[in-house]
């Protein structure tokens, strides 16, 4: 690059717009990479949108991918090498240039591009694009983080995960489109899904088809996957308008990930487990407007003056294979979630961040969670919808819960080293919590809360409700209740809703905002406000609050 500066069914399931925005986007017609392969006869062209991400406070990275030929359409393979220019603006009209440069475009990466631009200005939003030959990509939206050492009196984040295409549409992400108050969205894994057609959900309930069809498996499999994620409109939306802060859960590889294996892989049949993994982390890094950190994970942390610093995990690649039902493992010293570094990692980050707020942003549930006075007949799609195992064991073994050494090593470091306002933001089980983090969970309240964690729903994958094929707020009263009774330290649990979160910070409080759309079958679905919960400075608690931010 160079630049110039001018100043299955069978297989367990875990149910693991732009009109008002500030820059008008233009959209691909159509919801899949067939209605983009047939613009692709306009060639070349940009049929998969812009997007930015990782902002910091000179810089952000810019991402597009261009469709050189018309047969050129992801995962082909197909396509010659293609100059593509960016360009970085104050303005909308691109009248005061601030930053450009060219890069290439080629087959080794699906002519996926990145432009990682620096020299930029602290807090400030800026204007982007992309042009090949004489096409010119739509313009994209995004903001610099604040100085390091700045006094920042709030940031807003938009807080998303698990957006199944085939469960549904992605309209929290037209909602989160139009808002032009947010300084980044927090997309905290399960971007995509790996799924064949009709398998998760079944096919009676298939919302709409994705591509490939088959299960995702090689390197051509998820470029393609991500390929049609990338046509739908509300998501082109999301990207051009907001900078995406995005870690991966297991969906983005297979369902149940783990280092050496998934529940969602059958050695031999689907090929090698590392051939798998290397080809959907690059496909990953490929599509994903992430920077990628040491050993191709995706830990980071990303700081918001000295409001916050933002630390983000990496829960699949280093963990140790889930625990088996009735095993005892779970407490197994042996057995990690985070792996050593990444652990030592975090630790040090929040012990020397002088940030008024420690932000987690961890792929799955770290507070304890009992099941066991759940009734009986929800417990079966309580399993499914959870990943806990179905022999009894009321634990979920894919959460914190099954690598319980990790989580007491890292409480016990919050607690012994006086780490304050630590809030973890957490996606992957399709439901919306408002947590303590208590050191005990059995002695709860009587003993301290450590933390705090905010839990967001679903965008689109099937939650108790759609599991059940009844109405919202009906059969799930009944778990939440008993959920809630068995564990105080859980202050509010929605089993049934999908939206996003809009989580605020200022020096003296964390406030997450619920939001739920009103059907996630129909792409003109409404949203509205449901909830919201708060962390003031000092407690480790959360608290209700009556009404949103804004």
Known sequence: MTSRFISSPSRRTVVKA????????????????????????????????????????????????????????????????????????????????????????????????????RGLAPATTYYFRFTAGDAVSPAGRARTAPAADAATPGVRFGVVSCANWESGYFSA????????????????????????????????????????????LTLADYRTRHGTYKTDADLQALHATHPVIAIWDDHEIANDAWSGGAENHTPGAEGAWAARVAAAKQAYFEWMPVRASTEGTVYRRLRFGKLADLHLLDLRSFRSEQAKAGSGSVDDPERTLTGRAQLDWLK?????????????????????????????????????????????????????????????????????????????????????????????????????SAATEFVVTSVSSDNLDDLLHVAPQTVSLVASTAIKAANRHVKWLDMDSHGYGVLDVTSERSQMDYYVVSDKSRQDATTRWTRSYRTLSGTQKVERVNQPVR
């Open 18 to 117: 732009a009109a008002a925005t500030a820059v008008s986007v233009p959209v691909v017609a159509g919801t899949g990479t067939s209605a983009a392969a047939a613009t692709a006869a306009q060639a070349p062209a940009f049929l998969h949108g812009v997007a930015s991400g990782d902002p910091l406070p000179d810089g952000v990275l810019l991402w597009t991918r261009i469709t050189p030929t018309p047969d050129a359409v992801p995962g082909s393979g197909k396509g010659p090498d293609t100059p593509v220019g960016w360009e970085v603006a104050a303005d909308k009209g691109f009248s005061q240039i601030v930053a450009r440069g060219t890069t290439t475009a080629s087959a080794a990466t699906d002519h996926t591009v990145k432009a990682d631009v």
């Open 173 to 216: 992400y037209r909602h989160l489109a139009a808002r032009t108050d947010l300084d980044a969205v927090l997309h905290l894994g399960d971007y995509l899904y790996e799924y064949a057609t009709g398998g998760y959900p079944t096919a009676p309930y298939v919302v709409r088809q994705h591509e490939p069809a088959h299960e995702i």
């Open 348 to 448: 040090s980050g929040l012990a020397s961040s002088d940030a008024a707020w420690k932000l987690v942003g961890t792929s799955v549930m770290i507070s304890p969670v009992a099941f066991g006075s759940v009734p009986a007949h929800l417990l079966e799609p309580l399993a499914e919808l959870m990943g806990l195992p179905k022999e009894g064991l009321a634990v979920n073994v894919d959460q914190w819960d099954g690598y319980t050494d990790d989580r007491k090593e890292l409480i016990s470091h919050l607690r012994d080293r006086a780490v304050r306002n630590t809030v973890f933001l957490t996606g992957d089980i399709h439901m919306a919590w408002a947590n303590d983090v208590p050191v005990k969970a059995a002695t709860y309240p009587l003993s301290a």
